[in-house]
């Protein structure tokens, strides 16, 4: 099993729509997480990131934990084509190793 | 800086010649990282360093990749008798470091090698 798994889609919606992106992760003490978007031939960017169980909302983009469930979203309201792009999820380890896992990313889509 | 700037941009070497890429991070921020991503590949991590220390190196492929950080700032990744294997896009990553609200990393443009 992955430690961080994302469907690689791709995802497609209509311009408008809201597009739902998911990530599980495998490590039950992992504390933080990012959503990175990144362009084609560009480098990630960082979108957001989340340490508490619930939602939080940063504009268009709202990111949800359930730890529980090992299980991280972020959701795009009103999709537009320039959301166009690989979604990025990555997981800080706990403890001494300090470093992200990441995940493949899923390909999005949105349609004129 | 603006952001992570990352040099060269593009590099193509002969295969079994030593390449060295350099990263200059976000002014203050002592944590940087070295990834690699191949085409249509997930990021590999490769190093990371808190100051001028690398406290987790398992990321590096081989020794024959090596790398620094001197004062704190600039770093520079080299690979010695490069494969074509090598071929991959070079990223760097800076952040704060590991506090709350300090540990998103900012990614530099990339350096894309070539091993022919």
């Known amino acids: 099993q992955k430690e961080v798994e994302q469907n690689s889609g791709p995802l497609s919606v209509p311009e408008g729509a809201i597009a739902s992106l998911n990530c599980t992760y495998s490590d039950r003490g992992s504390q933080s997480f990012f959503w990175y978007r990144q362009y084609s031939g560009k480098s990630p960017e960082l979108i957001m990131f989340i340490d508490s169980n619930g939602d939080k909302e940063d504009g268009r983009f709202t990111a949800q934990l359930n730890k529980a469930s090992q299980y991280v979203s972020l959701l795009i309201r009103d999709s537009q084509p320039s959301d166009s792009a690989t979604y990025l999820c990555a997981v800080l380890n706990a403890g001494n190793n300090r470093k992200l896992i990441w995940g493949l990313g899923t390909s999005l889509a949105v349609n004129p | 800086g603006a952001g992570v700037s990352q040099s060269p941009s593009n590099k193509v070497t002969e295969k079994g010649k030593d390449v060295e890429l350099r990263c200059d991070p976000i002014?203050?921020?002592?944590?940087l990282y070295w990834y690699r991503q191949s085409l249509g590949q997930g990021l590999e991590f490769l190093i990371y360093?808190?100051?001028?220390?690398?406290p987790d190196k398992s990321g590096l492929p081989s020794d024959r990749f090596s790398a620094e950080r001197t004062g704190g700032s600039v770093s520079t990744l080299t690979i010695q008798r490069t494969q074509q294997e090598d071929s991959a896009v070079y990223l760097c990553?800076?952040?704060?470091?590991w506090g709350q609200g300090a540990r998103e990393q900012y990614f530099g443009p990339g350096t894309r090698l070539t091993v022919t």
């Open positions: 360093f808190q100051g001028n220390s690398a």
């Open positions: 990553a800076s952040s704060l470091g």
């Open positions: 002014s203050g921020h002592t944590a």
